[in-house]
């Protein structure tokens, strides 16, 4: 019989289980399985956003969106417009219930549990076609899947259970390969784009006002030069934030800390040419930022988490 036998919604840049269903079957396939779920969930920044992985009698579909991923077990003749349409209404319930702030900064395991709801909801219907006929549309499904189909993944690339890695590389439709020298940090959130954008407009008042105190030095209005100093170290800092924000480097998370000690030295010694709220907004940006930078983490190997 062909069945949906279980899913799971698995954070993609450290394996994080956020929900699952619960596995009624607890046969030595089902359990052989669950190790391939764990394993995959470790290698999900690597592959492709739609993949499959043939594992005997039993299938593992999954597809990945803003840095989630949506995974199910299925039986080996399970449809695959069926599988993946399931993935998809699982994606998109999930998008709407939950914002990526929550995702992004969840840090215990299966912390979306309440979800389970809807997956299990969603299961029985997919595994009575009869009830599926009258609910949804599969054709753009069945287009897509032919214009786009779910890359195989292969026992080979997926590597050993006992913690090999195995050392491939995906190059399909877009998925780049991944490099140690050069880690991809996870997608930008809202949030992260309003740091950035605030981070600029900082760095160009003090770029602003660095100018305005050289102007009144070269006038002779006693400007002090260490003021001038001040205001372009205080663009430099910003600016550096903006960097680490966007790029990857070693000691990421130190660097931003001292980078936003910085920050607040320069505003301290501009104590005198700056209103409190002025330097409250200075302060705050640069502790907003380098939360941020905290929060955006590099996409590299997974903790071993139990999925």
């Known amino acids: 019989m062909s069945m949906i036998l279980s899913a799971s919604v698995i954070r993609v840049r450290d394996g994080l289980p956020l929900s699952a269903s619960t596995d009624y079957e607890q046969g ?5 399985c669950r190790k ?26 999954f597809i990945s ?12 003749n399970y449809p695959n417009v069926l599988a993946f349409s399931f993935l998809d209404e699982l994606q998109k319930e999930f998008i709407t219930t939950y ?8 840090v215990r395991p299966y912390c979306f549990i309440e979800f389970d709801n809807f997956i299990q909801r969603t299961k029985q219907r ?10 949804i549309s599969l054709s753009d499904m069945q287009t897509e899947i032919k214009l786009r189909p779910p890359y195989q993944i292969s026992m080979c690339e997926l590597g050993s259970a006992n913690g090999v890695t195995s050392a491939f590389s995906v190059d399909y439709k877009g998925a780049g390969k991944i490099s140690s020298a050069h ?30 105190a050289i102007e009144s030095l070269l ?28 790029y990857y480097t070693g000691w990421r998370n130190v660097k931003s800390f001292l980078t936003f000690g910085l920050i607040c030295l320069c ?6 040419l700056r209103n409190l709220w002025q330097l409250f907004f200075h302060v705050t940006v640069g502790a907003f930022v380098t939360l941020q930078i905290w929060l955006r983490q590099a996409q590299g190997k997974a903790p071993d988490y139990d999925v």
């Not at 969106?65 to 080996?76: I, N």
């Not at 809202?190 to 100018?211: D, M, Q």
């Open 219 to 246: 006038q002779s209005d006693g400007e002090d030069f260490n003021y001038i100093v001040a205001f372009f170290l205080g663009t430099a800092a910003c600016l550096y934030q903006c960097y680490l924000l966007v």
């Open 36 to 61: 391939y779920f764990k394993m995959l969930s470790k290698k999900l920044a690597q592959l492709p956003d739609r993949c499959t992985l043939k594992t005997g009698h039993y299938n593992i579909n």
């Open 28 to 32: 030595t396939g089902m359990q052989e």
């Open 99 to 106: 914002n990526m702030m929550k995702t992004n900064t969840a």
């Open 267 to 272: 505003n301290m010694y501009l104590y005198e």
């Open 65 to 76: 969106s803003l840095g989630v991923s949506y995974m199910m077990l299925c039986t080996e």
């Open 126 to 135: 997919y595994n009575n076609p009869r009830s599926l006929s009258t609910k």
């Open 183 to 212: 880690q991809r940090l996870e997608p930008a959130t809202l949030s992260g784009i309003v740091a950035f954008i605030l981070s600029l407009l900082c760095g160009a008042l003090n770029l602003i006002r660095g100018f305005h």
